[in-house]
């Protein structure tokens, strides 16, 4: 059974940085590249990024290039999200997600965590 | 950049059909995804590739895409299927979400 369980979230001040984490279970996590989505209290979903199965391959959205870095460790089935410079409007509940397929292209998503909250606020 | 277009809210009653679209320039031309999400909870998938239907899906969830809307059916809409729902697509190496749309069932 695929586990996806976020951790690192919490309160954090404008400027300062937090690390989120992603263990994985349950599937080849070496594999599959994974995602980071977010969720801004009472909004939509917004896509922050992607690292292909090998950490070769990363994609950010606009919102967040030069701030937050993806990586993984897959001898540790752990994804990780780097967040520098945090503005309040980076305040969301993150989840990881694993993609349906292993291939990059077209991902779309099987298996989501449960979400780390992360609040940005002085 | 790309955007998606859904309605902020629709309303149906128990046992008609829901109707939510998702537009997109060219949409039509690459796939489009759906999610629902119930409050509390993570998404979950209703539909990939347009109209196909994720195992433990009930069969009154249906899709299409065509020119530059996607639309996502629910026939015979059960109050259980209340939920915020999400179209989504890819592109440009970027994945691109819908800004949702609440459905009520009452």
């Known amino acids: 059974q695929v586990h996806l369980v976020e951790s690192g979230g919490g309160v954090v001040q404008p400027g300062r940085s937090l690390r989120l984490s992603c263990a994985a279970s349950g599937f080849s996590f070496n594999i599959y590249g994974m995602h980071w989505v977010r969720q801004a209290p009472g909004k939509g979903l917004e896509w922050v990024a992607h690292?292909?199965?090998?950490?070769?391959?990363?994609n950010q959205a606009d919102s967040v290039k030069g701030r937050f870095t993806i990586s993984r460790d897959n001898s540790k089935n752990t994804l990780y999200l780097q967040m520098n410079s945090l503005r309040p409007e980076d305040t969301a509940v993150y989840y990881c997600?694993?993609?349906?397929?292993?291939?990059?292209?077209?991902?779309?998503?099987?298996?989501w965590g449960q979400g780390t909250l992360v609040t940005v606020s002085s | 950049s790309y955007e998606l277009t859904q309605p902020p809210s629709v309303s149906v009653s128990p046992g008609q059909t829901a109707t939510i679209t998702c537009s997109g320039d060219k949409l039509g031309d690459t796939y489009a995804y759906w999610y629902q999400q119930k409050p509390g909870q993570s998404p979950v998938l209703v539909i990939y590739q347009d109209d196909k239907r994720p195992s433990g899906i009930r069969e009154r969830f249906s899709g299409s895409n065509s020119g530059n809307t996607a639309t996502l059916t629910i026939s015979g809409t059960q109050t259980m299927d209340e939920a915020d729902y999400y179209c989504q697509t890819w592109v440009s190496s970027t994945v691109v979400f819908g800004g949702g749309t609440k459905l009520t069932v009452l």
């Open positions: 690292i292909s199965h090998d950490g070769s391959i990363k």
């Open positions: 997600a694993k993609p349906k397929l292993v291939s990059a292209a077209m991902p779309y998503f099987d298996f």
